[in-house]
């Protein structure tokens, strides 16, 4: 069973273009969670989704970035108008429905580098 | 707000050694979850061990074990017989609903 994929793992961008970041969960699992880690920080909890419907949406800033889970196809983060502020790590999580042990299963992440 | 505490920003320890990394979290719920995590130069997330705030009995991996102490808001873990392998960015996270809360990290170090 494959795990969380996240693709690409390096992403450079320079100012002002859009950065798409995608994330293919666990087989079965139809929860997606995205966070950021600046570095030498924590994740920071960004966006829940599940399929087709945004759950909750708290730790996404207001601007730029978007997320979504389409019925067919992985998640993907997009960020419009990258700013050096954004160059971050961005991990997906995953979790199956029933959330029985309320763990989520990390990817290994993309890192985002906004030249 | 739920928040999560790390106070250790470095540690090290001798291999073979036992070291305790600490972690404080504050909620004003009474059904959730712990978790420790490892997050090793590759920076891929390493789920260690998850303790339910349900449980009174403290969890246990193998080498790794915690010291719940709900009152307290406390959630330390005890890596026993430190490896080299241990190296690595350590989070204490709380959970509850959907949202993950991490703290800023504990960076162990294992000296040879």
């Known amino acids: 069973n494959a795990g969380v994929m996240q693709n690409p793992r390096h992403l450079v961008r320079r100012r002002g273009q859009e950065a798409r970041l995608r994330c293919s969960p666990m087989k079965g699992h139809s929860h997606v969670y995205w966070y950021r880690q600046l570095p030498e920080e924590g994740l920071k909890f960004m966006v829940y989704l599940q399929k087709e419907n945004i759950i909750d949406e708290s730790g996404m800033p207001k601007e730029r970035f978007s997320a979504e889970f389409p019925k067919e196809g992985p998640s993907i983060l997009r960020i419009q108008q990258v700013v050096r502020g954004d160059s971050a790590a961005y991990f997906c999580?995953?979790?199956?429905?029933?959330?029985?042990?309320?763990?989520?299963?990390f990817g290994p992440g993309t890192r985002l580098t906004v030249t | 707000a739920q928040t999560v505490t790390q106070s250790q920003p470095e540690m090290s320890v001798q291999e073979a050694e036992t070291v305790t990394l600490s972690c404080t979290y504050d909620?004003?719920?009474?059904?959730?979850?712990l978790f420790w995590y490892k997050q090793p130069p590759s920076r891929q997330m390493i789920l260690v061990i998850r303790?339910?705030?349900?449980?009174?009995q403290n969890a246990t991996e193998n080498r790794f074990s915690v010291n719940f102490q709900k009152a307290a808001k406390s959630f330390s873990l005890k890596i026993s017989d430190s490896q080299l392998g241990d190296a690595a960015m350590y989070f204490c996270a709380y959970r509850r609903d959907d949202k993950i809360i991490f703290g800023k990290g504990t960076r162990l170090h294992i000296l040879p």
């Open positions: 999580a995953s979790s199956p429905p029933e959330r029985v042990t309320y763990e989520q299963y």
């Open positions: 303790q339910e705030a349900y449980k009174q």
């Open positions: 909620t004003s719920e009474s059904d959730y979850y």
